[in-house]
């Protein structure tokens, strides 16, 4: 039990460390950084949306530099193919045999940048290693790390030119976070942190962190299992995905703003990340507003809205905080 005790003990500090050295490079982006900890901690992936030069490719770098882990980053585009992304059989004259050349899934965190970029077979060959997490080439099955984890970025501006991920598809992603501008006071810490780094001075600040161990981020994954989930919340989970499939219990004009609600993997992340939230919060419970916090990111990419919803400039985001407010909480 003492030994149980000083594992979760070292886990939190690990973590709030972790943190601390990603919010001293990623200035602005508090929601990103709490929810790339919490994707880590859940043991999913992560959907990011938001305009350029918001620090997306940087705050995942930063993780893995925060990380015993290896980084690698991937630019979607038309001419991707899937082989590009598992990797494939090349012969070897020498040895007279096909050899496999392992590709950039191989790494532990990936950022697949600009996602719907490359077409719907590139998509599907991430899509399937985020889920199965192994790949298939000529016939042999590779398993993939256990630590392993996918950031996929869109940009929201431009959209000619895309190819924008499945409904089926966007379900594989554990949350997707929209992220936007930084407010005047970060942005002026962003001036200095830039200037700091071009000095060579950055580097200096952050070569005392000691990146954490795998066995550590395991150590919290479990700890997070542990955070308690009352009866009653656990119920109050429960009716805010239901009422998804169900809107007209909650009113007419949510019925017809829906057309599908989410499926039983949004209940299963909703409750993996409200209890990753109480624990990063330092707390072994799980409480209402970290259910209500994380239903935006979790319920955001897995409802489909009528016709009528979209003409009437109706949002997911409309959908869901209406649907929180219309739910008693416990």
Not at 66 to 92: K, M, S, W
Not at 116 to 135: D, F, G, W, Y
Not at 215 to 234: K, M, T
Not at 282 to 307: K, N, T
């Amino acid at each position: 039990m003492i030994e149980t005790s000083l594992d979760k003990e070292a886990a939190q500090n690990a973590l709030r460390r972790l943190k601390n050295f990603i919010s001293e490079q990623i200035i602005g982006q508090e929601v990103l950084v709490e929810r790339m900890l919490i994707a880590l901690l859940s043991d999913g992936h992560i959907l990011v949306e938001g305009a350029p030069g918001l620090a997306k490719t940087r705050a995942v770098n930063v993780l893995g530099r925060g990380i015993e882990g290896d980084f690698h980053r991937v630019q979607f585009t038309p001419d991707l193919l899937p082989a590009d992304l598992t990797g494939t059989e090349i012969y070897r004259p020498q040895q007279g045999c096909f050899e496999f050349q392992r590709g950039p899934l191989f790494h532990n965190l990936i950022l697949a940048d600009e996602i719907n970029r490359s077409p719907a077979k590139v998509q599907a060959a991430l899509l399937e290693a985020m889920a199965e997490r192994q790949i298939t080439v000529g016939g042999a099955t590779y398993p993939l790390p256990q630590l392993f984890m996918v950031m996929a970025t869109q940009n929201p501006i431009e959209q000619e030119g895309t190819y924008p991920l499945p409904e089926a598809q966007l379900d594989r992603f554990l949350l997707h976070v929209k992220i936007d501008y930084p407010e005047a006071e970060n942005e002026r810490a962003i001036l200095q942190l830039a200037r700091a780094e071009a000095r060579r001075q950055g580097s200096q600040e952050s070569a005392s962190y000691r990146p954490i161990s795998q066995q550590l981020l395991f150590q919290a994954r479990n700890a997070v299992l542990d955070v308690h989930l009352a009866e009653s919340l656990q119920e109050y989970l429960l009716q805010i995905v239901l009422a998804t499939r169900r809107p007209g219990v909650y009113g007419e004009d949510l019925q017809q703003w829906l057309q599908y609600g989410a499926s039983p993997r949004a209940t299963i992340a909703l409750d993996r990340c409200a209890r990753a939230r109480g624990w990063l919060d330092q707390r072994d419970f799980v409480g209402p507003d970290d259910i209500q916090e994380m239903a935006f990111d979790v319920l955001r990419h897995r409802l489909i809205l009528s016709y009528e919803a979209e003409a009437e400039g109706v949002t997911s985001d409309h959908v869901i905080r209406e649907l929180i407010a219309r739910i008693a909480v416990p």
